[in-house]
């Protein structure tokens, strides 16, 4: 460790020239590199952030997700509403399958709750 401070203070000297305070300033920022507290504080900080960007990320993922169910069951709802008044208008069964993209059997559950 001594050496490293040698080294650094040799640098900041022929970089620099004389500074009075070079000596603790240098052993500030060795300790610095060595000292756990500082270590587990940057840990901490990049987890805090890890977590609140996975955070922010899940929310959006959640928000899409959300939005793609709720076009999925208003396109399956809308079907079922055009079967309905097809069902209503008389129209085949087979003409209804082909209209909706619905089975005959969902077709036929949804006669039955007509009535």
Known sequence: MTTIIEN????FLDTYGKYENIDEE???MVK?????????RGIQKGMEKGIEKG??????KGI??????GMVQGIEKG???VARNLLKMGMDLLAIVQATGLSKEEIKKIEADMN
Not at 8 to 11: D, T
């Open 79 to 81: 079907k079922i509403e």
């Open 26 to 28: 240098v052993r500030n």
């Open 55 to 60: 955070m922010a990320q899940g929310i959006e």
């Open 64 to 69: 899409e997700k959300g939005i793609e169910k």
């Open 32 to 40: 610095s590199f060595y000292d756990p507290k500082v270590e587990e």
């Open 8 to 11: 650094i203070n040799s640098y």
